[in-house]
């Protein structure tokens, strides 16, 4: 059996992304490992982590507003919250907002989505609202209800 573990992140100033993702996300830091001539810091939220490496250069194609789009490639990182436009707010000028706000109610009343960069460039996509189908059709006549 396996479970989520973490997501690697490069960046060009840890601790600058560490405290973003600390400040705005509920992150604290888990560990650091010795890496060549610097560190890599683990980040802990719950079950989830990030690991940040030491990086030099510039940041990678930006790419679309919700992230890039390339094959095998991240599109972004993406968290939950009680409010997006409580968390715009409390950000302020934090917020590199890249997409949105966009309302989903269509889809599902009340998600509410926002997409942000973080310091090193990665789309960060927040959601309010967001819950999975009751139901999902598997196939003819097949279904799962959660």
Do not use: K
């Not at 989505?113 to 097949?142: F, K």
């Amino acid at each position: 059996m396996t479970r989520w573990s973490h997501v690697g992140l490069n960046c060009r100033d840890q601790q600058a992304t560490e405290e973003f993702y600390t400040r705005w996300f509920g992150f604290h830091r888990a560990r650091t490992v010795p890496a060549g001539d610097g560190q890599i810091v683990f980040l802990r939220n719950g079950d989830a982590y990030l690991e940040l490496f030491p990086t030099a250069g510039e940041s990678a194609d930006r790419g679309q507003a919700d992230g890039p789009t390339a094959p095998g490639g991240v599109r972004h990182i993406a968290f939950q919250t009680d409010s997006v436009d409580l968390l715009l707010v409390t950000m302020g000028d934090a917020a590199e907002v890249t997409l949105g706000p966009l309302d989903f109610d269509e889809v599902l009343d009340g998600w509410r989505t926002i997409w942000l960069r973080d310091p090193d460039g990665v789309v960060v996509e927040v959601s309010q609202g967001y819950r999975d189908q009751e139901s999902i059709d598997l196939s003819e006549g097949a279904s799962i209800h959660v």
